[in-house]
């Protein structure tokens, strides 16, 4: 079993719609989430930072963490069709673990105008 | 500043040929990392550098991958011989802080590598 688990889709919406992305993680131990933004034949970048439990919001997008369930999401409002990208979930253990982000398999998002 | 540089951006080369992939990373970054992604297996951490030092190498998948880092400028990621199952795209990222588990990884775009 992968310690992270993501769905890789692909997902399509209409334009405006509310995008769901969803990831499941086994390590009790993870206290960093993050979302990266993949656009296509371009690394990640960045999207979102969440420590531990609850909620962040930037603009349209909010990062949600339930480490009770071990489970992450991030919500896009108002999709537009430059959101079309793969997102790829990350995590990370405290100290000593520097660089070694587990990463989803990503989940290719389309938004169609 | 112009990001993470990697080159070459594409290559081609032949089963049992020597590949050299090339990284700057951001200037003042002291963490480089390689990764490797594939459609089966994802975006994996195949070996890390703090100060130009390798910290952990544990994801490099065999004796034919090495990777260096002379200076903090400039890494390489070697693979001799090549096989065709290290077709995938290598991206190396590159990271100011580290530690707490707080890193934001800033990626280049990567080589595409085929290996016939």
């Known amino acids: 079993q992968k310690e992270v688990e993501q769905d890789p889709g692909p997902l399509s919406v209409p334009e405006g719609a509310i995008v769901s992305l969803n990831c499941t993680y086994s390590n009790s131990a993870f206290q960093y989430f993050m979302w990266y933004r993949q656009y296509s034949r371009k690394g990640p970048e960045l999207l979102m930072y969440?420590?531990?439990?609850g909620n962040k919001e930037d603009g349209r997008f909010t990062a949600q963490v339930d480490k009770s369930s071990k489970y992450i999401s991030l919500f896009i409002r108002d999709s537009q069709p430059s959101d079309s990208a793969t997102y790829l979930c990350a995590m990370n253990r405290r100290s000593g673990n520097t660089g070694k982000l587990i990463f989803g398999q990503g989940t290719t998002l389309q938004v169609k105008p | 500043d112009a990001g993470v540089i990697q080159s070459p951006r594409h290559e081609v080369t032949e089963m049992g040929q020597e590949v050299t992939l090339r990284c700057k990373p951001i200037?003042?970054?002291?963490?480089l990392f390689w990764y490797r992604q594939t459609m089966m297996r994802g975006l994996e951490l195949l070996i890390y550098?703090?100060?130009?030092?390798?910290?952990?190498d544990s994801g490099m998948p065999e004796d034919r991958f090495s990777a260096k880092m002379p200076n903090a400028s400039f890494s390489t990621l070697k693979i001799q011989p090549s096989e065709p199952r290290d077709s995938a795209v290598y991206f190396c990222?590159?990271?100011?802080?580290?530690?707490?588990?707080?890193?934001?990884?800033?990626f280049g775009s990567g080589t595409q590598l085929s290996v016939l």
């Open positions: 969440t420590y531990s439990s």
């Open positions: 200037s003042g970054h002291d963490y």
């Open positions: 550098f703090n100060n130009n030092v390798p910290i952990d």
């Open positions: 990222a590159s990271s100011p802080v580290g530690g707490t588990g707080n890193e934001k990884l800033f």
